[in-house]
């Protein structure tokens, strides 16, 4: 009875716990509560969300996971990869951080469930088969990058422009160095030495929980953020105050154009069905505004991103002016140096110090519908499939590498079944995209785990943090996090497996760097990078599958057959042919059959007799038989007789079946190649 319901509620193979069990997991559900609260605020950023948002999404997402899933030490939540893919997947239709981002966000989670659920009902976890390891080395090396680089704006304490063009955006941040806050820098590089340092001292310290606690009391204690709101009218500058309006218009502009968008979309899918001339007329000048509208709101992101950077230039210097503080254009030496932050309504935020969390909600979320926007649906479902198979495919892997050392046995739909609920539960408590995280699940199978209890327990440390603990977060500086996130990715980059793979197999390995190449170049939009590398990866299959090996065979003085070609060998006769042909003949690669003995017969204008080894051919479909049958006609109308040897079963059932036997003679089918040669040898010489 218990496995029959097991089938179901996979939890319950977690009873009978016994004490030391429940103590490992007691201790791994903290130590990874340590790592997730972190990480997950550091995430979110990269999601271009709230910090709160990684919170949200390190709780029920992480119930539902452990519960419904296969593997009792695998850990759900935010994780870098789909962090900066849920990012870049949004940014189009909305500005990162705005409560249309949000919802956008969420949406997207409850997308990526959803498919992930559908694909594990219905057992489809092989079609993670399409993605070759040498396209997904190339692409998490490429991802790896943008993601780690993506944060050193933060780090230094420049604006990191958003555009379509990632490269051009990570340039204007280089440009910037110059610009940098040192007290941002030194928070950095104190939280690296913290984390770095301490992973020496010994594996289990909590570098990451440490260097946090550490940079938020001196954040603090320096006084790291300075900020200050005023009006226009209090600032004396006026190539200052042209710049921010400029700004401001450029942003209202951009808010207007995206909601046009948006109802244009709307009005082209409704008008969808619309037939005649004058449907057809109008749903193509629907799509040319768009076009028109997209290329327009291109060009004003780019400048608005250029006006920001030289916005953040400005500096200008605070003093009294009629029991009030005004700000002025500054210069190099005028002390509380004061920077653009940002603009809303006429109220300018200006900073003089680093950027920190600042205020996060305290208190649970709320469950509610998630925001269905059902214009971008279509629009965003192509990175929406790609998100779900990257993070099925790193949920599996992590599961599988623990499982090789507990034995634990890993069922990948079930798996895919659990991340799926995970999303679509979450999303309704303003989760964004989740999956297993290597890191944590890494830490959890270090500590003792034996059970999914351990990521309960993690996820109710989120919920005390929630409750009680976020207005001590305030001082965190941004700057930390991001370089948790950085040191988090770079350790995904590995070179070892392309260097492999181009010993190997060349082709794989240059698919694997153009992966990496083009994934680079279609930043922020990493699901085109991926899909291009799939898409090469089945091109070359196709080739390959097009053009199996095909060649004439010799002895050589060990007895064994290899190619004439191959080999430099002498031709066995010139009175018959054996060719050996590894592939199966299907409509794909039948007319490369046909070519390749019509080839042989050309080289060797005297051969009476062609042997085809067939050990290689598994499967023969109807235009294969077709082709066999018209070959044999026209062999034996040039005196020529085709025969074949070492045939599998199921391909000799096909020949009977199909009346090929009858037709080319049973005589002319033999058991194995030897057998045939000997009977050729002793027939033609």
Not at 86 to 91: D, G, L, M
Not at 559 to 566: S, V, Y
Request: aromatic share 8%.
């Amino acid at each position: 009875m218990k496995e029959r319901l097991a089938v179901f509620l996979p939890f319950l193979k977690w009873f009978p716990m016994t004490r030391d069990g429940l103590r490992g997991d007691l201790i791994a559900g903290i130590t990874v509560a340590l790592v997730l609260v972190p990480q997950s605020m550091a995430y979110a950023q990269l999601a271009g969300l709230p910090v709160v948002y990684g919170l949200y999404a390190s709780f029920v997402p992480v119930i539902i996971a452990s519960l419904w899933g296969s593997s009792s030490q695998l850990h759900t939540g935010p994780v870098a990869m789909l962090s900066l893919m849920s990012a870049a997947a949004i940014i189009p239709f909305a500005s990162p951080g705005s409560a249309h981002f949000v919802e956008l966000s969420v949406m997207l989670a409850l997308m990526v469930g959803v498919l992930r659920l559908a694909l594990g009902l219905f057992r489809m976890g092989v079609i993670v088969n399409f993605l070759s390891n040498p396209v997904i080395v190339g692409f998490t090396n490429a991802a790896a990058l943008i993601i780690g680089l993506s944060q050193l704006s933060k780090i230094l304490g420049v604006p990191f422009p958003r555009s379509d063009f990632y490269l051009g955006d990570l340039w204007n941040v280089f440009v910037q160095i110059p610009e940098a806050h040192l007290m941002t820098v030194a928070f950095a590089v104190g939280a690296w030495l913290v984390m770095h340092f301490g992973r020496r001292l010994s594996p289990n310290f909590p570098g990451v929980l440490a260097a946090v606690v550490l940079a938020t009391a001196g954040s603090a204690l320096v006084g790291l953020e300075q900020k200050a709101t005023v009006s226009l009218e209090r600032i004396e500058a006026p190539e200052f105050v042209g710049a921010v309006a400029r700004y401001a218009e450029q942003e209202k502009r951009i808010s207007a154009i995206t909601e046009q968008l948006s109802r244009l979309n709307r009005e082209l899918r409704e008008d969808s069905g619309l037939v005649g001339a004058e449907g057809r007329a109008s749903q193509a000048a629907v799509e040319a505004e768009i076009g028109r509208l997209n290329r327009e709101l291109a060009d004003l992101k780019a400048t608005n991103n250029n006006l920001r950077i030289r916005l953040h230039e400005f500096q200008l210097a605070a003093v009294q002016q009629g029991g009030q503080r005004v700000f002025r254009g500054g210069s190099g030496e005028d002390e509380g140096q004061w920077r653009f932050a940002g603009v809303e309504s006429g109220t300018v935020t200006l900073s003089a110090g680093g950027a920190v969390v600042g205020n996060i909600p305290q208190g649970l979320p709320e469950p509610a519908m998630p925001y269905l926007e059902w214009d971008l649906i279509p629009s965003l479902l192509p990175a929406a499939l790609v998100m779900a198979l990257i993070g099925f495919m790193e949920a599996t892997s992590i599961s599988k590498a623990i499982a090789a050392r507990t034995g634990e046995r890993i069922d990948t739909s079930k798996e895919l079944v659990g991340q799926g609920l995970a999303n679509i539960a979450g999303s309704f408590f303003g989760s964004y995209t989740v999956s297993g995280s290597f890191s944590r699940s890494a830490v959890a199978s270090r500590t003792g785990a034996t059970t999914g209890l351990f990521a309960i327990i993690s996820a109710l440390g989120v919920m005390l943090v929630l409750l009680f603990l976020t207005p001590y977060l305030y001082h965190l500086p941004q700057a930390v996090l991001a370089v948790i996130v950085m040191t988090a990715v770079f350790g995904l980059i590995r070179v070892k497996p392309l260097t492999q793979a181009w010993k190997v197999e060349r082709p794989a390995a240059v698919i694997g760097l153009v992966t990496f190449v083009a994934t680079l170049y279609m930043a922020p939009d990493l699901a085109n990078g991926i899909l291009f590398g799939v898409g090469l990866t089945i091109l070359w299959y196709l080739v390959r599958t097009m053009r199996p090996r095909a060649e004439i065979v010799a002895r050589q003085p060990d007895g064994t057959l290899r190619g004439i070609k191959a080999h430099h060998l002498e031709p066995m006769s010139q009175n018959f042919v054996p060719v050996r042909f590894d592939g199966s003949l299907t409509f794909v690669n039948v007319a490369y059959f046909e070519d390749m003995l019509l080839e042989a017969l050309a080289d060797f204008p005297d051969a009476q007799a062609i042997l085809v080894v067939g050990s290689g051919i598994n499967e023969i479909d109807a235009t294969g038989e077709e082709t066999v049958r018209e070959l044999v006609k026209r062999m034996k109308d040039r005196g020529v007789t085709l025969m074949f040897s070492s045939l599998k079963h199921q391909v000799r059932q096909v020949f009977e079946r199909g009346g090929l036997v009858e037709q080319i003679g049973e005589e002319n089918f033999f058991a194995d190649k030897d057998t045939a040669l000997k009977r050729l040898t002793a027939t033609y010489g």
